[in-house]
């Protein structure tokens, strides 16, 4: 396995593992590790997809990336707004 497999592959699992822990109620969606997981994820697989020149896939995780950051934003605005 070559090292974007990898990458792609540790995307996926952060992918998996973020929207488990949600189901499970270890996280919320409130929460910046759960959006952090997902930006880590769409990190990675955006990465694997360029490689393998995958435009469907590009797109997808970079908008589900970026949804992850912009919620991770809002999170720390809120955070820094109440202290």
């Known amino acids: 396995m070559d090292f974007y497999a990898i990458?792609?592959?540790v995307g996926a699992v952060s992918y998996i593992l973020a929207y488990f822990l949600l189901v499970i109620k270890v996280l919320s969606a409130e929460q910046a590790t759960y959006h952090a997981m997902?930006?880590?994820g769409?990190?990675?697989l955006v990465i694997n997809a360029l490689v393998l020149s995958?435009?469907?896939?590009?797109?997808?995780n970079a908008?589900?990336?970026?949804?992850?950051?912009?919620a991770l934003a809002?999170?720390?605005r809120l955070r820094i707004a109440k202290s």
């Open 63 to 70: 908008v589900w990336g970026g949804l992850a950051f912009f």
């Open 74 to 76: 809002k999170i720390m």
């Open 7 to 9: 990458i792609g592959w």
């Open 54 to 60: 995958d435009m469907p896939n590009i797109v997808v």
């Open 42 to 44: 769409g990190i990675c």
């Open 38 to 40: 997902n930006a880590f």
